[in-house]
């Protein structure tokens, strides 16, 4: 039994004293202690070595206190399973090899048996749920295949992916191949993290407010639902759909149990859009963390009384930023935890 289950509380919808709070890439990047680890291995070494994926995720649920463990991983391991190399390269980010150019490139991604070519992911899970040792909830999560397929095209991280969206519309046919073929790998490297025993998982479409609306509804859409559908039957499913509030209400019928939102929608307009029935997440400016106490403490008390302390799962809009200082995120989860509608009212 868990012994703080807020988190999938909020997903069911239950009534909770406050909203639990966890934050998106909480588990690496900032963290002090992480960055000792990074002088020691390499990127993919970290994520293939299961006592040190344990150690990492739980980090942040030793240092922050925080509600609930995302497994430290990357949305771009299942590429090599599918035949595709990464590199990770210093200050640059991931860099591949030989990138999808042209439609007959799409030939050599295969889908994969994941049991076999991702085992060290589902290693790492059942060694970070023996060390959580049922504290909090751990997320399993994935890359939705519109934002794979950016960096399968793009070969590179991009500030908006035009070579990625120009594949779309110059081979909408390969495009919608590559896409089926991510779908089918998520889908089931995302049952695989269920059996392994994760609590729940989130889906990171980052780049999808990249696309038009006219072409999140035909290259992103339909492949979200499809892998939301078939996983909600498993645990808990949480979208991650980055700038995208015009696709918002498409999404509350795919299954999902909460939508993660950035800082660009605000928390009524989201809840107009998603309706009654679906959690939020999100959705403070990951900046407002490298300002001070008090500014932090406002802002995210604001957040809280906005969406309201119901079917509500406190986060950042995108994730923490690496020059975060640890005080400060401390005071972000905090802040949460203390909330009760009382004290904001005594102190306004
Ligand atoms: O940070 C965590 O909570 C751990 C798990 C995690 C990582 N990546 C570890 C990581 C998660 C959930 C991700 C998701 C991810 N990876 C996304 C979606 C979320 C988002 O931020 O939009 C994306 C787009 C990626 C792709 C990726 N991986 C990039 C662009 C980079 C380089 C720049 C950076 O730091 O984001 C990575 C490398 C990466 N993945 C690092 C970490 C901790 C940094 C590399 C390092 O520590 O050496």
């Not at 990127?43 to 006592?51: A, D, G, K, L």
């Not at 949305?75 to 980010?93: F, H, N, S, T």
């Not at 994760?198 to 035909?218: K, M, N, R, Y």
């Not at 499913?237 to 995208?244: Q, R, S």
């Amino acid at each position: 039994m868990l012994q703080n289950d807020l988190l999938l509380r909020a997903l069911n919808g239950e009534c909770v004293s406050r909203p639990p709070v966890w934050m998106m890439r909480q588990a690496g990047r900032f963290l002090p202690a992480y960055q000792k680890l990074r002088e020691q291995y390499d990127f993919f070494t970290r994520c293939q070595t299961p006592e040190l994926v344990a150690q990492i995720t739980c980090l942040p649920v030793d240092v922050l206190g925080v509600d609930a463990a995302i497994l430290f991983s990357d949305i771009l391991v299942v590429l090599p399973a599918m035949g595709i190399e990464v590199q990770l390269i210093e200050g640059k980010g991931p860099w591949l090899v030989n990138p999808v150019e042209r439609p007959t490139d799409t030939d050599r991604i295969r889908v994969p048996d994941v049991s076999q070519s991702l085992g060290y992911v589902f290693q790492g899970i059942r060694a970070t749920l023996e060390k959580l040792d049922n504290r909090v909830p751990l997320i399993g999560f994935a890359g939705a295949p519109w934002t794979l397929l950016c960096y399968l095209v793009e070969g590179k991280g991009s500030s908006s992916f035009e070579k990625a969206r120009a594949f779309c519309y110059h081979y909408p046919a390969a495009a919608h191949d590559l896409l089926s073929k991510l779908t089918r790998t998520t889908i089931a490297y995302l049952q695989e993290q269920v059996k392994a025993g994760v609590h729940c998982i989130q889906l990171f479409d980052s780049w999808a407010g990249w696309l038009t609306p006219e072409a999140f509804e035909e290259f992103a859409l339909p492949y979200l639902q499809e892998i939301t559908t078939t996983l909600s039957a498993y645990c808990p499913v949480i979208l991650f759909p980055k700038g995208i509030s015009f696709g918002l209400s498409a999404l509350a019928n795919s299954g999902a149990h909460a939508i993660g939102i950035d800082w660009t929608i605000s928390p009524n307009q989201a809840r107009t859009l998603v309706g009654n029935k679906l959690t939020l997440q999100g959705n403070l400016d990951p900046a407002v963390l490298l300002t001070d106490a008090h500014t932090i403490k406002q802002h995210t008390q604001h957040m809280i009384q906005v969406f309201g302390v119901n079917r509500y799962i406190a986060n950042l809009g995108h994730g923490i930023l690496p020059q975060t200082p640890v005080e400060n995120a401390r005071i972000f989860v905090q802040t949460v935890q203390e909330y009760t509608p009382e004290a904001l009212s005594t102190k306004s």
